[in-house]
């Protein structure tokens, strides 16, 4: 009880924080939005482009591991071929564009695009 009396009691507490407070706090502020804030917007803007420019008969895999090509695309849903006869309907949100990347690269996302138009 004593030790905290005398925390209350000590002056340099009582005239307010240090002149270097805030210049420490704005600095740590702004490593926080650099270092975590701003590079997962930039992540959520890719995998969004992603999302919004699949094609049919490109292969993705989803976040659940699920490796397929696209059959149809709707404006949230797409189908996935995922096995012969096999279809299933997902959300677009739930292809992955690191896996994605991973097993098939980009230069599939290429290929992809251009046999669509062919």
Known sequence: MTNII????NPEI???PSPLFWPFMLAGLLVFYF???RPQQKEQQKQKSFTETLKKGSKVITHGGLHGTITDLEEQQATVLIAPKTVVTLQRSSIS???TQ???GTESA????SKAKA
């Open 6 to 9: 005398f925390l209350f009691d």
């Open 35 to 37: 270092f975590i804030i």
């Open 97 to 99: 564009l690191e896996l």
């Open 110 to 113: 290429e290929k992809d695009k």
């Open 14 to 16: 009582a005239n307010g």
């Open 102 to 104: 991973a097993v098939y």
